[in-house]
């Protein structure tokens, strides 16, 4: 059983539990507030960042973080200028991250890996910024969760509650910028943006309150990222699709047990 | 009883360029009822964002000082499957539990069960509660209270700041009438027995003769300020309403 003293492995099982529970808790935010589809936007971001890192030998989860942080801006500045059509807009930067992303990267494996991910050579340095970042996403995310809820119910309550609604909406979109650049070495960017919403949307299924639906989504990331990569490992498959897929048994089942 | 706790002057408010609100001037009185009407796009949701403090402005708007101000919103949908208990919404106030235990009584909630509402039922307890369908109200998701009922929470939630002044944005719209005969017998009471002061927009001419101690007809500009039945007669509402038929024949000129 040589599995169990792979090194490499157990680091890849840490890298995926974080990046699978930070992504189920900002998942429970972006199914809250009907912007599934944005992560799957946002994820693809990444790509055009990954090229550059691939060229110019840089580490690829700064430049994808660089990228996506820029979008996540100006996605965040269209949101004020309600005269431009903003789901177009979104769009465009989409196609547009696509297909800059596929001609910086020079050759078809390297694609490969940056759009389903790689998680079978993670190293120290990417175990360790998983777990400093999740730690970042998780305490920033504590603080804003109750405003971001408010504002998601009704934004005239909260901004007359006090809630800076247009800050806590930049920091989190940062948040997720964070968490999908983690991500993309695990599941890599076509398969990120359902990392996000597949957890939330089962533990929204099992939740008549937000602590309890918070907390399940975290939990369902932490469990299916890992099993998955596991689960992989032994049937020789490739990480990410597993992943999502258990996600999707996980959601499936939820389902039996729906509350009405 | 005179006391002023809010006067406003030469108050303008303008969206690129266009007068939303002009030149207004009034004032209001401790434990006054005040309604706001007029026309969409009178400026009265806008109005009370100036007043909240979102809005930029021009003029005046000079609050008491120390003064705490509750906002009811315009009323919203909160969708059936949002994971958000009673108990969470109004805990956002950072309150304690017997703080929120109060002001459902206020707003009119049976409180026979006070004691489910101190002590939250655990174990094989809410086992049975659940089953029987008897789950108490703190532990309902928002989502799935009636129109009158999530009134009544949300006017909870203003009132967990202790205000002064409670603002109100069309209180019943989407509401039943018994509801809405609840909701503004509920506004007088607060007044009479909290002494809270009231100011809430309203479409509904009847309400507001019967509610309101004094109402600001609003068209832009300040078109009658006074009790109700000294200063809206036939005349005020035919120039109030017939104002906006003038400004929409006016702006179709343009098309």
Redesign the interface.
């Known amino acids: 059983m040589a599995l169990i003293f792979d090194y490499n492995l157990v680091l890849g099982l840490i890298t995926a539990g974080m990046v699978g529970a930070t992504a189920g808790y900002l998942g429970s935010i972006m199914v809250l507030r009907r912007l599934a589809l944005a992560g799957d936007v946002l994820s693809h971001v990444a790509l055009p960042g990954i090229g550059i890192a691939l060229l110019y030998n840089l580490n690829p989860f700064l430049m994808a973080f660089v990228f996506l942080f820029a979008a996540s801006w100006i996605i965040w500045s269209l949101e004020k200028k309600t005269a431009l059509p903003t789901d177009a807009l979104i769009g465009i930067l989409f196609v547009a991250s696509l297909a800059i992303g596929v001609m910086l990267i020079p050759n078809l494996e390297e694609l490969g890996e940056a759009l389903l991910g790689d998680i079978s050579e993670i190293g120290l340095f990417d175990a360790f910024l998983a777990i400093l970042f999740s730690s970042i996403v998780f305490i920033t995310g504590s603080k804003i969760y109750k405003g971001l809820v408010l504002g998601t119910i009704s934004e005239d309550l909260a901004i007359a509650n006090g809630v800076k609604l247009r800050k806590i909406n930049l920091l989190f979109l940062v948040l997720v910028s964070i968490v999908v650049a983690l991500g993309v070495k695990v599941v890599g960017t076509l398969l990120m943006g359902a990392l996000i919403i597949v957890s939330a949307t089962a533990a929204k299924n099992l939740s008549r309150n937000i602590s309890r639906y918070a907390f399940l989504s975290t939990l369902f990331g932490l469990i299916t990222a890992p099993s998955g990569l596991l689960l992989a490992k032994i049937y020789e498959l490739n990480p990410g699709p597993v992943i999502i897929l258990i996600g999707v048994g996980v959601f499936l089942l939820t389902l039996v047990f729906r509350r009405s | 009883m005179d006391e002023s706790i809010l006067k406003i002057e030469d108050l303008t408010i303008s969206f690129d360029e266009n007068k939303v609100i002009d030149n207004l001037e009034f004032s209001v009185h401790k434990k006054d009822i005040i309604a706001i009407i007029g026309p969409n796009g009178a400026g009265k949701t806008v109005l009370f964002r100036a007043l909240?403090g979102?809005l930029p402005y021009s003029g005046k708007i000079n609050w008491r000082n120390d003064i705490k101000i509750g906002?009811v919103?315009?009323r919203?949908v909160?969708e059936r499957?949002?994971?958000?208990?009673v108990?969470?919404f109004l805990n956002?106030?950072k309150t304690k539990k017997d703080q929120i235990i109060n002001v459902l009584k206020m707003v009119g909630f049976h409180v026979h069960d006070e004691h489910l509402l101190a002590h939250p039922i655990r174990g094989k307890d809410a086992l049975l509660a659940a089953s029987s369908g008897t789950r108490h109200l703190l532990?309902?998701?928002?989502g799935v209270l009636s129109g009158g009922e999530l009134q009544k929470i949300?006017i909870a939630?203003a009132l967990l700041g202790n205000p002064d002044v409670l603002l109100f944005d069309e209180p019943t719209t989407g509401i039943d009438l018994g509801g809405e005969e609840t909701i503004y017998n509920l506004l007088k009471k607060l007044r009479d027995q909290h002494g809270l002061t009231i100011i809430f927009i309203s479409h509904d001419i009847h309400v507001v003769y019967q509610y309101a101690s004094r109402v600001l007809c609003l068209n832009k500009e300040k078109i009658c300020f006074g009790p109700p039945r000294d200063v809206l007669g036939a005349e005020e509402l035919k120039k109030l309403y017939g104002t906006e038929v003038g400004i929409y024949e006016h702006s179709g000129h343009h098309h």
């Open positions: 909240l979102l906002y919103p315009q919203f909160v499957d949002m994971p958000l208990s108990e969470e956002y106030k532990h309902q998701p928002l949300l939630f």
